[in-house]
């Protein structure tokens, strides 16, 4: 199980992360956008700019936001070991 768990399932996660803070980016462009008091086109254009002068900083915090993840799936994985291997051993006493 743990095999699993670390592969395939951690990599079809990960998309799905990426994919709503590229969704969340995109949302947060537009928003920004529609604040200002110039044309659309240069307002996103202005935005666009913006994003990618920061692209460093963005791609930094979107790497700890992963590693953040990735540790709470690692402890919460753990967590649920442990609680699998304490019923199975309250299943086993209730027996005798």
Known sequence: MED?????????????IISGVAIGTGIAL?????????????RLVD???SVSRRREDL???GKNIVER??????????????AAELWAHGRRLVRW
């Open 4 to 16: 699993r768990m670390n592969g395939q399932e951690w990599s079809s996660n990960t998309g799905w």
């Open 30 to 42: 537009a928003y920004a956008a529609s604040r200002r008091k110039r044309s659309w086109q240069d």
């Open 47 to 49: 935005t666009a700019d």
């Open 59 to 61: 791609l930094d915090s």
């Open 69 to 82: 993840i990735r540790t709470i799936y690692e402890e919460s994985r753990k967590v649920m070991e442990d």
